[in-house]
């Protein structure tokens, strides 16, 4: 291209792109890239165009025109113009021959794609970024940029080790890899440390707060510790806001508590299982606060080394002293009604019908604090909501939480779950009501979330056991097999020996089914698929397909099924002694109340964290109903563990 051509349409494109609307500084990148990280220095003031164009009539040289003219593109990127950036290096890149001025471009390329942060910007982004090689001069921008696109890859250590080495100021360098290192759990904590060790100061407090994050005491001495470990380190003289908050909050001590559960009407059985469950979790709490109490007292207890808790320790930091329980029936009541049962009251537990919920929040004076038991349709913050280090931390003025058995939080986490082990292709099986609906849903915008690789799963939608046939084979592909053999044999005019072949674009299968309707589902499904596959295709399923009241013979039709589940429901928990008691209370109970009695279970159990929990959300709880933290509006999300059937037994998973 001559030069005349060439800053021709340089011209015309930043003619075009000025002529829009007025110049407006674009978002800046998540990770900020210090200017003096650049070799050479940037003035706004000159023309660079028109100095490409004067050395170029001078010396001919291409070089040194695509000096300046990429000086002019990081000028307007330095002036938050990246649009205009991203048009004129289109243009140049194709240009370009020299590596070091490859390198710059693509560097800027990148960069401003950042700032657009939607998928499909990230995506050249990171296609860019695998091009670039690390120069001189321009090291710090280089792992800045990499921190930021590791971050949106979700690759939290990788992204803190490159923003390590950049020049970003501290202490938003350490806070920001602090805040990355929250999204790990315990286990890749401790695997970190072993491969990690530039990141080990972090790690070491990130496993403290993991640990003893729902143990105030023992989160002092640790963190303590940590400080006496690290003195040169700047989080031990600028701790992140929700560890020092933390440490100073008091755990929500509730002495007189109101539970409002429908205990007449046509949601009775549901409000009387809850009723069970925290009525059992109380009697529970009320005998080990007696045994500590008792031991506190003896002569011959050893002292704690301040190190670890001992069993007892633990109790005496869950345990709430002596509360006193009072059930209403809220069934037909009105919010006002509510709010007035609740007067004396400084706790409330309760209520769990939606509309219930939104009434009594607008109107519960802001000295109560509420753990409603359902979420209401405004809820709809992301699980593990991390808290912004720079923004000012402190409780809201009313403290609402809720908590939901909820089947979207089982749909998301089953699409993380097989996305982290890299399956690409799923297709979704699902049954015609409102639940399963809102199941796909969740499941389908949690996997094509951040990602514009990803396609969208397809989705049969079955009604009956005959169209649940159809809509398989139909999805699978293996109804348009059977026509091609049909058609060869019609064409040979003998009977041929043949075998359907299904769809090979696909590597995992999803059901949104009840149990009696995956018994049915899974073996047709299994009958689909082609014996000539290279591999098996993984099938998954929610809570919503098992039951404990299957046969051998039905979790063979089961076998190989992966689901998630509350640990209440799978074999081999903690609670061996709760669930033999209430088998020889209620023999006959249903699934879904087993499940209530144990929602109810952990709400009683929740009350003295709910504080803590809210201020540091990377800490979990373990109940009856799953690995319970809450986020940041207050509300209560689960970790279910995945369990395989394998021949006619369930095994739970090992954590990945």
């Known amino acids: 291209m001559g030069l005349y051509r060439f800053l021709l349409t340089l011209l015309v494109v930043l003619f075009l792109a000025s002529c829009s609307a007025p110049s407006k500084r674009d978002d800046e990148p998540r990770v900020s890239q210090p200017g003096t990280s650049s070799p050479s220095v940037i003035d706004h003031k000159v023309d660079y165009i028109k100095k490409a164009e004067q050395v170029f009539a001078q010396t001919g040289s291409l070089t040194q025109r695509n000096e300046w003219l990429i000086k002019e593109i990081e000028s307007l990127q330095q002036q938050g113009n990246c649009v205009k950036s991203l048009k004129l290096l289109q243009i140049l890149l194709p240009e370009l021959t020299d590596t070091r001025q490859l390198n710059i471009a693509r560097l800027i390329y990148s960069e401003c794609l950042v700032t657009i942060d939607t998928p499909e910007a990230n995506e050249q982004a990171q296609l860019a970024m695998s091009e670039i090689k690390l120069f001189s001069g321009y090291e710090q921008r280089v792992y800045a940029l990499q921190a930021t696109l590791y971050s949106q890859q979700q690759a939290w250590l990788k992204a803190s080790q490159a923003l390590l080495r950049s020049s970003m100021d501290e202490p938003a360098k350490s806070q920001q890899i602090w805040q990355w290192l929250q999204h790990l759990n315990s286990a890749e904590l401790r695997k970190a440390q072993k491969i990690h060790p530039q990141l080990q100061a972090w790690l070491e407090l990130s496993l403290i707060v993991h640990t003893y994050g729902l143990q105030p005491q023992q989160l002092i001495t640790q963190v303590a510790n940590w400080q006496n470990r690290h003195p040169q380190h700047v989080l031990a003289n600028a701790l992140p806001a929700e560890i020092s908050l933390a440490l100073a909050q008091q755990p929500l001590k509730a002495t007189n508590i109101a539970v409002l559960l429908p205990l007449t009407g046509r949601l009775a059985t549901?409000?009387?299982?809850?009723?069970?469950?925290?009525?059992?979790?109380?009697?529970?709490?009320?005998?080990?606060?007696?045994?500590?109490?008792?031991?506190?007292?003896?002569?011959?207890?050893?002292?704690?080394?301040?190190?670890?808790?001992?069993?007892q320790?633990?109790?005496?930091?869950?345990?709430?002293?002596?509360?006193?329980?009072?059930?209403?029936?809220?069934?037909?009541?009105?919010?006002?009604?509510?709010?007035?049962?609740?007067?004396?009251?400084?706790?409330?537990?309760?209520?769990?019908?939606?509309?219930?919920?939104?009434?009594?929040?607008?109107?519960?004076?802001?000295?109560?604090?509420?753990?409603?038991?359902?979420?209401?349709?405004?809820?709809?913050?992301?699980?593990?909501?991390?808290?912004?280090?720079?923004?000012?931390f402190e409780m809201a003025p009313k403290e609402h939480y809720f908590f939901a058995l909820a089947p979207e939080d089982e749909a998301e986490q089953l699409a993380s779950y097989i996305k982290h082990k890299g399956y690409q292709r799923p297709i979704i099986f699902t049954a015609n009501n409102s639940v399963t609906s809102r199941m796909t849903d969740a499941f389908i915008a949690k996997w094509t979330e951040g990602s514009a690789v990803l396609r969208i799963p397809d989705v049969a939608v079955f009604s009956d056991s005959k169209n649940m046939r159809e809509q398989a084979e139909s999805l699978l592909d293996?109804?348009?097999?059977?026509?091609?053999?049909?058609?060869?044999?019609?064409?040979?005019?003998?009977?041929?020996?043949?075998?359907?072949?299904?769809?090979?674009?696909?590597?995992?299968?999803?059901?949104?089914?009840?149990?009696?309707?995956?018994?049915?589902?899974?073996?047709?499904?299994?009958?689909?698929?082609?014996?000539?596959?290279?591999?098996?295709?993984?099938?998954?399923?929610?809570?919503?397909?098992?039951?404990?009241?299957?046969s051998k013979n039905s979790l063979r039709d089961l076998r190989n099924l992966t689901f998630s589940d509350m640990p209440w429901m799978l074999p081999a928990h903690p609670w061996t002694d709760l669930a033999n008691q209430t088998s020889e209370l209620w023999p006959q109970r249903q699934d879904s109340l087993l499940r209530l009695f144990a929602m109810g279970y952990d709400a009683y159990e929740l009350i003295a964290n709910l504080r803590l929990l809210t201020l540091l959300p990377q800490v979990s709880k373990q109940g009856l109903t799953g690995e319970l933290n809450v986020a940041e509006n207050g509300v209560l999300h689960r970790h279910l563990p995945l369990a395989k059937i394998i021949q006619d037994r369930v095994t739970v998973l090992a954590v990945d």
């Open 478 to 550: 293996v109804a348009q097999s059977k026509a091609r053999i049909r058609q060869m044999e019609n064409v040979a005019d003998v009977e041929l020996f043949s075998v359907e072949r299904n769809r090979q674009d696909v590597d995992v299968i999803i059901l949104f089914a009840n149990p009696e309707q995956t018994e049915l589902l899974n073996p047709i499904i299994e009958a689909s698929l082609s014996p000539f596959a290279a591999q098996s295709l993984a099938v998954f399923a929610s809570s919503r397909s098992y039951s404990l009241e299957l």
């Open 270 to 311: 549901q409000g009387l299982a809850l009723k069970e469950g925290i009525l059992a979790a109380y009697l529970a709490n009320l005998s080990a606060t007696k045994l500590t109490e008792q031991t506190s007292y003896s002569a011959d207890m050893p002292k704690s080394t301040g190190t670890f808790l001992t069993g």
């Open 313 to 392: 320790e633990d109790l005496q930091v869950s345990t709430p002293a002596y509360q006193k329980l009072r059930f209403f029936d809220a069934a037909l009541k009105t919010p006002e009604q509510l709010n007035a049962l609740v007067a004396d009251y400084d706790f409330v537990l309760g209520p769990l019908l939606k509309e219930s919920i939104t009434g009594l929040t607008a109107i519960l004076p802001e000295d109560k604090v509420m753990l409603a038991l359902n979420r209401t349709d405004s809820d709809t913050i992301k699980p593990n909501t991390l808290p912004d280090t720079n923004k000012q």
